[in-house]
Each structure stands twice: as structure tokens, then as C-alpha cells.
């Protein structure tokens, strides 16, 4: 299993650009989210599923957009980036967000600057 | 609201000696869950230890514990045996019926040899 994979990596865009993180995993997990991570703030939720077809906003949702059409992607989509959106962006699963709560997996991080 | 508090930035730690790092937590909720995450410089999110609110019993992973105080509302993390390898960024993280896991702002422990 690869778990839950990320990418790009590194991505570097100009103000105003749009661009899509892309998420997959492959555990079968209805729960999948999205966080950035910025010092000294820890992890903020942006944004969170449930499973296909259903998604939420977190904490932090202005500026960014999601869709869940399969069970295995959800990407993160920044419609115009901002500086402010320089950050680095965890994706994480886990079996479910409901009533059975299990540990979340996450992917290795993609560090976005916007300049 | 949920919330999640860490008060201590920073950490330092001789190796083989014990740390203490604290977490406190607000929710209504009555059944909720409460971890702790080390990130180490690879930034790999890891899972250190879990705790169901619902049980009353510290939950223990090897040299990982906790000490859990429902009603103060407090989540603190054990490290016993310290050791190179445990030096991260710790965070402490709490999930509720609302489907949001919320995590405060880290710890950072350092090791010293």
C-alpha cells in the first residue's frame, strides 16, 4: 500500500495563479482532509470529507475549493493564490470521521509559495 | 467550539531522562478522542498515542504514556528513556461528533546528548 499520496512536492506560483494539489489514497478510508500547517499556528482544518459526494469546510476554507468524486482523491484546488496561502499543505486519512474514529494517515506534506 | 492548547513551545530534555509535555482541551462533547502526533524533520505527521475519552485508563505505547484528567480537561505525554530519535515537533490533537480533528500549536522537543 502507498498510503496517502501527495503531490507536487514543492510548487512555487505567482499572485493570482490557479492550481490544484492533488490527494490519493489507497485504504478504503471514508475520512479524508485537508489541512496547512504554518509556524506557530499547528495544523488548521480547511477542508474535510466524509465520503464521495460530501464535503465540508474546516477552520480556514476561504480561497480554496474541493470535491470528493471518488473515494480514493480529493484535491485541493486554490482559485486565485495569495501570499497568504504560502504554506505547507497536509492531506490525511483515516477510516472514518463518524462514530468509529480512527487514527489519521497523512501524506508527506506539499510546501507552496506564492509570491 | 473545540479547542486545543499547547502552552509550551519548547522542550529540551537530557537523553535517557523523562519529559512531560501538556495539552488541555475544551469540548462539550461527551465522547471525544485525544491524540498525540510527532513530526519530525521529515515532516511526516506520526501517530505517538490515542485515548478514548470513555476509557479511564492512561493509555501506554512502550516509553509513550498519558495522563489523562478528564475533568481538568488535560491530555499531558510521557516520554520516558528519551532518547536522540524523540526529538520532533509534538502536537497534541482532539476529535469530537463534529468531524473535525483540531490540533494545537506544537511542542518542539529537543534532546540533548
Known amino acids: 500500500n502507498a498510503g496517502v499520496t501527495q503531490t507536487p512536492k514543492f510548487q512555487v506560483l505567482k499572485t493570482g495563479q490557479s492550481m490544484t494539489l492533488q490527494c490519493a489514497q489507497d485504504?478504503?478510508?471514508?475520512?479524508m482532509s485537508w489541512y496547512r500547517q504554518d509556524p506557530g499556528m499547528g495544523l488548521r482544518l480547511i477542508h474535510y470529507?466524509?465520503?464521495?459526494?460530501?464535503?465540508d469546510q474546516g477552520e480556514v476554507p476561504n480561497g480554496y475549493n474541493v470535491s470528493r468524486s471518488t473515494t480514493e482523491d480529493f484535491p485541493l484546488r486554490l482559485l486565485s493564490a495569495a501570499p497568504s496561502q504560502t504554506s505547507v499543505y497536509f492531506c490525511?486519512?483515516?477510516?472514518?470521521?463518524?462514530?468509529?474514529?480512527?487514527?489519521?494517515?497523512f501524506g508527506p506534506g506539499t510546501r507552496l509559495t506564492v509570491l | 467550539a473545540q479547542t486545543v492548547t499547547q502552552s509550551q513551545p519548547e522542550m529540551s530534555v537530557q537523553e535517557a531522562e523523562t519529559v512531560t509535555l501538556s495539552c488541555t482541551y475544551d469540548?462539550?462533547?461527551?465522547?471525544?478522542?485525544l491524540f498525540w502526533y510527532k513530526q519530525p524533520p521529515s515532516r511526516q505527521m506520526i501517530l505517538v498515542i490515542r485515548?478514548?475519552?470513555?476509557?479511564?485508563q492512561n493509555a501506554t505505547e512502550n516509553r509513550f504514556s498519558v495522563n489523562f484528567q478528564k475533568a481538568a480537561k488535560s491530555f499531558s505525554l510521557k516520554i520516558s528513556d528519551s532518547q536522540l530519535g524523540d526529538a520532533a515537533m509534538y502536537f497534541c490533537?482532539?476529535?469530537?461528533?463534529?468531524?473535525?480533528?483540531?490540533f494545537g500549536t506544537g511542542t518542539r522537543l529537543k534532546v540533548l546528548a
Open positions: 470529507s466524509v465520503g464521495a459526494g460530501i464535503t
Open positions: 485515548q478514548e475519552a470513555y476509557k479511564q
Open positions: 490533537a482532539a476529535y469530537s461528533g463534529t468531524y473535525k480533528y483540531i
Open positions: 485504504m478504503n478510508h471514508e475520512y
Open positions: 490525511a486519512s483515516s477510516r472514518s470521521g463518524g462514530s468509529v474514529v480512527g487514527e489519521q494517515f
Open positions: 469540548t462539550s462533547e461527551s465522547d471525544y478522542y
